[in-house]
């Protein structure tokens, strides 16, 4: 399964930012905003191009609008009104307070401006807003049952919101446009390490990194000081949200400490209305801001009055924020127009203007900005760029990247070249897959998948090594310990049973789970290997070599103690050996006495070994001191094997016993061992060894059989 | 009273504690969800009985259980009551206990139990019905406009009000409604608010769109207030004062008024003072909510000449409501308090266990699931290689990865391979010893697949066959690889036992038990075939 990513608009560009993201069967359109640097059909997204157009309301899941700046929000009521988009909308709810404003500030403007003929009219907005469902930050918005949304904390204006959505397995976050530093009135963006498949990230500021924000804001205060106190008027062509809020609280601030009693307007339209907005939504604010509320609401400002048109021409000096921003058109273009010629006066462009405005022209510092055939107007003022802006420079585009962990990344909502530039170090300092298209085209990324399984309590305690914290601590932590813990290789069995789902069980449940028992397969040989002396002759060989064993097993009873002990010492080694466990069985297996003991499987084991009673270690005991009877002989097939083996293969040498791997050798006096293939007279110089091994050590155990045929025992 | 009680009369906590224990206070939104120790995840959902109160989902890896508490359906100052998030519960905790303060609640009629199957898709639109019924928040704004009118009539007779309700909402609602009504009636009398925490509370009310009721929400849209008592204040209409020693009330006041001062059992406060001024007024009017013991708490200000006016808000789900909500969550077990009254509703259907808790008691939930819902990557699925099992109604396969634990949900994903880029030095040495041993083995053993046997002893792997060796199947099977053999079959202490002895191409004994079969030869190639077939008729993994 893919997610495909199709940028309708803001691709290698700023403007009309819309990103439709299909995956599992859902389709979530990611923002829906207009390009203000044209006014034709370019100006909104080419909706066409999305799979299904002609029925929208199936083809899309969800709308969902990360803030209310038109380049975001712009062609919404075009796409519900006039295309008839039906379904659901989501935003947060200061967005969903101040679009409309936005909305109907920008029809106002075009209608006013060229007397063009309306995109969507006053009513369509409020139609359109009615639609909007609201959302609170970190609410988990179930869309529908396989989709599901949640808003993070953008900064950048107020109500900026950027959006997780998860549909089935995959993952995609779409940031719209954040700030990862805070500012007068906003906080920084803030968002959960998500480890999603797919981040679509703004890069306005793709290759920039900002000086400190106290320099810019002094920078902007003399400006702006400089020009009143010259008489001068200054103008602030601005969006009636967001900026102009920030920068009049920063105005504000300063002409009470100045106490200065130039006059600060608000153009009409802007406004006193749209601080009442502020007001009420200061929750959404930095915490600066909220924790003073009470007292005194920030967006109370004490200087600032309304403008009235007349005071356009008057004289003194005076700042005006007037809508709308870039110097697009409407009231700001009019002042524009009768302040630009004057030297006194002073243009204030804060943040961004689209290719395309007056506002763009203006950074290149021109003589003349020519805006038809009849208009050519001369520009003698002072022009100051405010270089701070509500966008994340490069620093904060990294730090978010690596802080969201995605698999991969798009960049939208920036320029070309830039974004070229930060794609590349992404790649490299990140080493995470980034893409950068152009609009109408589609990226495919891989999504991680999952099965839905259940897992039994076992296997997961099994395959864990994680150490619980219980601490209160946790809680407020909360979402910082999200990231899964230390884990091992984990190891268990899965079975499907049609229309069921799939369970993975740890391997020792298996056969309970299935209602069965296991069927131990083995293979056993006995067969002679060649000694070099009669077999009954095995004793005196004993002897003769200074060992002090008895053949007889009633010997020297202090012998026998130490045997026995030392057999419990090397039981005590032999039982952390787990790999040897079902060796350990069978050879108790092999004392009645004890059979009740070793009927147990797993790790239980050796605790039951370490509940024996006296009397079976006595036993026990006995038998190990039987085999250890036999010792010399073996002890020599050993030195031999693990000479043929060599030191890395795993074999050992217990009483009575070499084990490798499943495989056991004895000696076997048994006669009539059920495993002779051949009989035993006819190797009168051979002693016989018992071998088995589990089937799956089959090819090693054939081999280590005929070595040992080919092998010569004999004492030299 | 004597001087036991007195000992009880010791500071609980200052004001610092509470701050200090604010502090340590996690805050969430509504539906936000937060993990806690990496295994349960807690939601918070609209409770609707006042602003910001809730009902907690907490999801564990093997159930989840929804602590009910008193919900209302609509309110007209907080968000409704957001039932429709409750659903798919395992385990709801019923934990409204409004009814037994609330007189109004009557005990359902029983007779439903004799409703037939067919009456129930009746019954669960009727309960769809019931539900988002607004005849609630209908009755809650006439209970409003009634003590509305009640204070209207008391001040038009020259006389003062004292409003003392703690539910903030329905406060707020009512200082709006009073305000209206005086200004319909043309009265310009003032409101005093006096409380310690009333100014902070309006000015709160007034920034928390969020967490409203949906027409208060509208508002923010229009740019109006939420509340209007910004617009009151503004007005000079409402008066705020945190107790009646402030400076500034003395110049404010005025009689008549209308005073609301909050306290629980007229104890402590403004509401005290106010009160004694005015409980020989029989013109002046005290409005309360239902308490358990109205005497008790005039007690001490008798005789007592004002009016009294009791109400009671809703402040909880009616009991008639318990039922159609249960029907419409769907939950497996609800565990209700024990209490004769919500043991008499009709449960005839059985479609959930219904437990009962009481007080001091631990109450064991039975276990729902036995396994823990997980995730398997594809990655590691698509790799899968399942065997079908004898049977035939299963298939089972071994599986490795690695498991994630985040935000509560167990993932099985691959290991992730060692990254050559970012290696480690010592790792890297590490990899040469290895790469270098097992070339030594190579050399030594051949052709002995050394490295597959390593890798299976480090995981533990032990192959496991089972079932039960039906000898004439094996026979079938040997066959089928060209050996043929004769059965010996011969009962033992501890059951059945079986010989297969096979003499061409070679010697081979097969000794087969209930519970494990041992195969006997010196012949490599022999042992290989037989092994094979003895494999092909069990299962294995
Ligand atoms: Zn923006
Ligand atoms: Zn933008
Ligand atoms: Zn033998």
Same mark, same amino acid.
């Given at each position: 399964m893919t997610i495909e990513c199709l940028v309708l608009g803001a691709g290698q560009e700023v403007g009309k930012s819309c990103v439709v993201v299909t995956t599992g069967g859902k389709r979530i359109m990611f923002d829906c905003g207009m390009h203000m640097g044209y006014q034709d059909r370019r100006r909104y997204p080419n909706f066409s191009l999305i799979p299904g157009s002609n029925d929208f309301d199936t083809a899309i899941t969800c709308i969902i609008i990360t803030h209310f700046h038109l380049d975001h929000i712009g062609a919404l009521p075009y796409f519900t009104e006039v295309l008839g988009y039906q379904g659901p909308i989501y935003m947060t709810y200061p967005t969903k307070a101040l679009a409309p404003l936005m909305l109907e500030d920008y029809r106002k403007v075009m209608v006013d401006r060229r007397g063009e003929k309306e995109q969507f009219t006053a009513q369509q907005i409020q139609g359109c807003m009615k639609k909007v469902t609201a959302v609170d930050l970190k609410q988990t918005v179930q869309v529908d049952k396989d989709l599901e949304i949640r808003a993070y904390y953008a900064g950048h204006v107020i109500g900026a919101a950027m959006f997780y959505a998860k549909v089935g397995s995959c993952t995609v976050v779409y940031t719209g446009d954040y700030n990862m530093t805070p500012d007068r009135h906003l906080g920084a963006a803030q968002i959960d390490r998500l480890y999603v498949d797919l981040l679509i990230t703004e890069s306005t500021y793709a290759n920039s990194v900002r000086e400190s924000k106290l320099a810019r804001e002094r920078d902007f205060l003399t400006a702006v000081h400089k020009c009143v106190a010259g008489g001068g008027k200054v103008l602030i062509p601005i969006f009636a949200l967001g900026r102009a809020q920030e920068l009049c609280m920063l105005l504000d601030d300063f002409w009470e400490r100045m106490n200065l009693k130039i006059p600060i307007y608000f153009s009409a339209g802007l406004t006193i209305q749209a601080n009442m907005y502020y007001k009420i939504l #200061? +929750?959404?604010?930095s915490q600066k801001v909220k924790d003073a509320y009470v007292t005194r609401n920030a967006f109370d400002f004490k200087n600032v009055c309304d403008f009235d048109r007349s005071q356009m021409t008057a004289p003194g000096p005076c700042v005006l924020f007037a809508t709308p921003g870039m110097l697009s058109g409407g009231f700001s273009l009019e002042v524009f127009k009768q302040w630009a010629p004057s030297e006194m006066n002073l243009i204030c462009l804060p943040g961004y203007c689209v290719y395309g405005t007056v506002g763009n022209k203006l950074m290149s510092k021109p003589k003349q900005i020519i805006l038809d055939d009849k208009t050519h107007i001369d520009v003698r003022c002072q022009i100051h760029q405010l270089a701070f802006t509500a966008h994340t420079d490069s620093k904060g585009i990294m730090d978010l990247i690596k802080h969201v962990s995605p698999r991969q990344v798009v960049l939208v909502h920036g320029e070309r070249p830039n974004m070229e530039i930060l794609r590349e170090r992404i790649k490299s300092e990140l080493t995470i897959e980034c893409h950068i298209p152009a609009n109408h085209e589609t990226v495919s990324v891989p999504s991680t998948q999952i099965v839905k399984v259940d897992m039994t309590k076992a296997f997961i305690k099994h395959n864990t090594s994680m150490m619980r914290r219980r601490v209160l601590d946790d809680i407020i932590e909360g979402n910082k310990t999200l990231t899964g813990l230390p884990s091992k290789v984990a190891e268990g069995i899965i079975v499907m049973e049609k229309g069921k789902r799939a369970k993975i069980v740890h391997q020792e449940e298996l056969l309970p789970f299935l209602n069965t028992k296991e069927h131990e397969v083995h293979c056993s040989y006995c067969f002679p290997v060649y000694v070099g002396i009669q077999s009954g002759e095995v004793s005196m060989a004993k002897k003769s070599e200074g060992l002090s064993i008895e053949r007889d097993s009633k010997g020297s009873s202090m012998q026998k103690d130490l045997d026995a002990l030392s057999a419990e010492r090397n039981l005590k080694a032999f039982m952390v050996e787990k790999d040897s466990r079902s060796l350990l069985e069978r050879d108790l297996e092999a004392l009645p006495a004890e059979r009740n003991l070793a009927s147990s499987s797993g790790t239980e084991v050796a605790i039951e070994i370490d509940q024996m009673s006296e009397k079976s270690e006595a036993l026990f005991a006995e038998r190990c001191l039987a085999s250890l009877d036999r010792h010399p002989l073996l002890h020599l097939l050993f030195l031999k094997l693990k000479e043929w083996i060599g030191e890395v293969e795993n074999i050992q040498e217990l009483y009575g016993c070499i084990q490798l791997n499943s495989m056991c050798i004895h000696v076997c006096g048994n006669e009539d061992c059920p495993y002779r293939t051949e009989p035993a007279k006819e190797y009168d110089r051979a002693l016989f060894f018992c071998c088995s091994w589990s089937w799956v050590d089959e090819k090693l155990a054939r081999r280590v059989v005929s070595f040992m045929k080919d092998l010569d025992l004999s004492c030299d | 009273m004597n001087g036991l009680d007195l000992v009880n009369w010791q500071c609980l906590y200052s004001a610092a504690d509470v701050k200090v224990c604010l502090k340590k206070v996690h805050t969430l939104r509504y539906a936000e969800e937060v993990c806690y120790d990496n295994t349960l995840i807690i939601k918070p959902f609209s409770s609707g009985l006042e602003i910001g109160s809730s009902n907690w989902r907490i999801s564990g890896p093997r159930r989840n259980l929804m602590y009910l508490t008193s919900s209302v359906f609509e309110s007209d100052h907080t968000m409704d009551f957001d039932y429709r998030s409750l659903q798919g519960s395992d385990v709801i905790l019923f934990s409204d206990c409004s009814y037994v303060h609330n007189t109004e609640y009557k005990v359902p009629c029983t007779s439903s139990a004799s409703l037939s199957s067919d009456c129930y898709s009746d019954r669960a639109n009727n309960a769809a019905e019931l539900l988002s019924d607004n005849s609630e928040s209908l009755k809650e704004m006439q209970k409003i406009g009634f003590i509305c009118s009640c204070a209207v009539n008391s001040v038009k007779a020259g006389g003062c009000v004292l409003i003392s309700i703690g539910r903030i909402g329905s406060s707020l609602v009512l200082l709006e409604q009073l305000s209206l009504m005086l200004d319909s009636s043309d009265l310009k009398i003032p409101i005093f608010l006096l409380s310690t925490s009333a100014e902070e509370m309006l000015a709160f009310s007034n920034v928390i769109p969020e967490w409203l009721c949906n027409q208060r929400q509208q508002k923010l849209y229009s740019g109006e207030a939420l509340f209007s008592h910004t617009e009151l204040l503004g007005a000079k209409k409402i008066h705020v004062f945190p107790g009646v020693d402030s400076p500034g009330l003395i110049n404010a006041w005025q009689e008549p008024c209308i005073v609301f001062s909050p306290h629980w !059992? %007229? *104890? #402590? +406060?403004?509401v005290v003072h106010l009160l004694r001024r005015w *409980? +020989? !007024?029989?013109k002046c009017l005290l409005v309360i909510e239902h308490m358990m013991d109205t005497d008790i708490a005039l007690l001490p200000f008798k005789p007592l000449a004002m009016k009294v006016l009791q109400c009671s808000f %809703?402040? +909880? #789900?009616r009991l008639d409501k318990v039922q159609p909500l249960m029907e419409k969550l769907q939950p497996k077990i609800v565990l209700y308090p024990e209490d004769s009254r919500i043991r008499v509703l009709p449960d005839d259907r059985n479609l959930y266990t219904i437990l009962y808790y009481t007080k001091n008691e631990t109450v064991r939930i039975p276990c729902l699931r036995n396994e823990i819902e997980a995730e398997l990557s594809k990655d590691l699925a698509i790799g899968l290689k399942p065997k079908l099992l004898k049977n035939g109604s299963m298939a089972i396969a071994r599986v490795k990865g690695k498991i994630n634990l985040n935000l509560g949900r167990h993932l099985l994903g691959p290991v992730p391979e060692p990254s050559r880029t970012f290696q480690h030095e010592d790792e890297k040495d590490l990899m040469d010893v290895v790469s270098v041993e097992n070339s030594r083995i190579f050399q030594r053993r051949g052709d002995l697949p050394v490295l597959a046997e390593k890798s299976s002893r480090i995981f533990h792997n032990r192959v496991v066959h089972w079932g039960s060796m039906d000898p004439s199947m094996l026979l079938v099977a040997l066959e089928e690889r060209g050996i043929n053999g004769t059965l010996v079959k011969h009962e033992t202490s501890s059951g059945f036992s079986c010989k297969i002895h096979v003499s061409e191409p070679n010697k081979a004994v097969i000794d087969i038990s209930g519970s494990s079969s041992v195969i006997s030869t010196g012949d490599e190639s022999l042992g290989a075939l037989i092994l094979e077939a003895v494999s092909s008729t069990l299962d294995s993994i």
């Open positions: #200061i +929750g959404w604010t | !059992n %007229l *104890r #402590i +406060g403004p *409980r +020989g !007024n029989e %809703l402040s +909880g #789900i």
